[in-house]
């Protein structure tokens, strides 16, 4: 039901439910172990990189879908879905 564009609120306990670019963040934190391997969560900010072409898991300013917030709260626009 989502399409790019739409804003979603992340808070502690959810699953991202599409790939975001986080606007605010709040002690946001995120699981993306499935995605890049790491045991920690990864803090999440709504700075912009510096460089454009991060890897996957130096971009801490992206939410990923099927990823989980550990703890915070963060708002982001959906810049993909599917």
Do not use: H, Q, W
């Not at 990189?49 to 626009?77: F, I, K």
């Amino acid at each position: 039901e989502l399409v790019p564009g739409d804003i979603v609120l992340l808070r502690a306990g959810d699953r991202v439910p599409a790939d975001a670019r986080v606007m605010l963040a709040v002690n946001l934190a995120i699981d993306e172990a499935a995605l890049t391997g790491e045991s920690a969560a990864v803090e999440k900010s709504a700075d912009r990189l510096d460089r454009a072409e991060a890897s996957l898991g130096d971009r801490v300013n992206m939410a990923y879908a099927g990823t989980l917030v550990t703890y915070g709260t963060g708002t982001g626009v959906v810049v993909a879905t599917g």
